[in-house]
């Protein structure tokens, strides 16, 4: 799935937790942030996996409010 279909599919029906870094047309950290400006799924839990394991990739998540990364 890449992210703009994430995010079209979790405006229409909110899912329990949202997970993914490397995703084509909109990455995991552009999906996050959109999730966050709207209020039906402002509180998805989201825990960013990726093969990015760098300290500044899982500032990144951190600092867009993922839950865990």
């Given at each position: 799935m890449d992210g703009q279909e994430a995010l079209s599919q979790a405006?229409?029906?909110p899912p329990d937790l949202i997970s993914d870094v490397m995703?084509?047309?909109m990455?995991?950290?552009e999906l996050l942030a959109?999730?966050?400006l709207h209020e039906?799924?402002?509180t998805i839990p989201a825990v960013m996996l990726s093969a990015r394991a760098d300290e500044e990739a899982k500032i990144e998540g951190l600092v867009m409010r993922a839950d865990g990364y």
């Open positions: 405006l229409q029906r995703m084509p047309h990455d995991g950290f959109a999730l966050r039906e799924t402002r």
